[in-house]
């Protein structure tokens, strides 16, 4: 028999993730600000609320899937929802947010006695779609345990990071890696290409060869390299530059912290600052090739 589960955040990563709970058997009702994520939720069989605190009640399970660190804490702190949730329910939050705020949130939970994970993930829309995406969490053991069988309805793989925030220390650390992979895949390619070599022969030779990684294997951002992916629709779709972008403030957030050397990152993060400037916020962030293709930009 299925769960009952309370969805906040059904945009292009929620509502997927929400729909692969659907078809699992379990009863999902969710909110979301934008009505039109609300009818594609209703649409698959969905429950739609009113309001955020009427998606928190009465549930076994409640996830959150939102933009930024300012949007969980004005939900479960700022709305003051955490008072109306049963302390049986488990809190999952799914967001990319700072660390810090993750913390403050998870200890307002733990005040009240409620289990809560920090769960972001990896995979993007893609991996929503397709139920395949990769879940970094952090908090009790006890929890993740019983998260489990809620989790592998939404992905196949799910790493334990450590106590409340480490899931998204581990997610930031991931992203800031992918930016840099990412630039430095377009710049290889880019180079190769203006000497006059084959786009996809580089590609195959670099994948096969001491470059190799995950950008060449299966996300490629040269155009028409391979198929099925963002550098194949004009950077439609997938992760967003924005979205990059605040991952990277995040994971420079965390360095200054810390006070870790992150001249990679931080080259990175200008790069995609640089590139959103030329009007590229809203595609993909494997569009950073164009940032190298003198035909572009």
Known sequence: MGAKIGFIGLGNMGGPMAQNLLKAGHDVKGYDLVPETLSVFASHGGVVCAAAKDVVVDVDVLISMLPASSHVESLYLGEGIMSLIDASTLVIDCSTIAPASTRVVSEAAKARGIQMLDAPVS???????SGTLTFIVGGELTALGAAKPILQDMGKNIFH????GAGQVAKICNNMLLSVLMSGTAEA???GVDNGLDPAVLSEIMR???GGN???EVYNPYPGV???????NNYEGGFLVDLMIKDLGLAM???QD???????GSLARNLYINHRKQGNGRLDFSSIQKVYNREDE
């Open 123 to 129: 995979g993007g829309v893609g991996g929503a779609v």
């Open 161 to 164: 990071a450590g106590e409340a």
């Open 189 to 191: 390619l880019q180079l």
């Open 208 to 210: 096969k060869s001491s």
């Open 214 to 216: 995950w950008a060449l």
């Open 226 to 232: 391979m198929e099925g992916v963002p550098a194949g």
């Open 253 to 255: 957030e965390a360095a």
């Open 258 to 264: 810390k006070g870790a050397s992150t001249p990679m």
